[in-house]
């Protein structure tokens, strides 16, 4: 499945691929968020779940370039991420 295909999946399909096709990499606290980082395929994928609403709130492929990376990288390895 492309990027693009997944970025059109509505949430629960979305939460229903990672779980059945992800695997699950590591979770960071963010802010109100709970992130979870999968690999899926080649890619990495963050689920954004708010624990105040409990509810997930955003599903999307992971940003190299974002601050958030530094949280990641504090607990795996480079080589495993990049």
């Known amino acids: 499945m492309s990027k693009e295909d997944f970025r059109k999946l509505s949430l629960n399909k979305k939460i229903q691929k990672l779980y059945t096709e992800g695997t699950f990499v590591v979770a960071i606290r963010y802010y109100a968020y709970k992130v979870n980082l ?39 390895s480079l080589e495993k991420i990049a």
Do not use: A, T
């Not at 395929?41 to 530094?70: A, P, W």
């Open 38 to 76: 999968y690999l899926l395929g080649q890619e990495y994928v963050e689920v954004f779940y708010n624990h105040k609403h409990d509810r997930i709130d955003k599903i999307e492929f992971l940003n190299h370039r974002h601050s958030r990376m530094k949280f990641y990288l504090d607990q795996i």
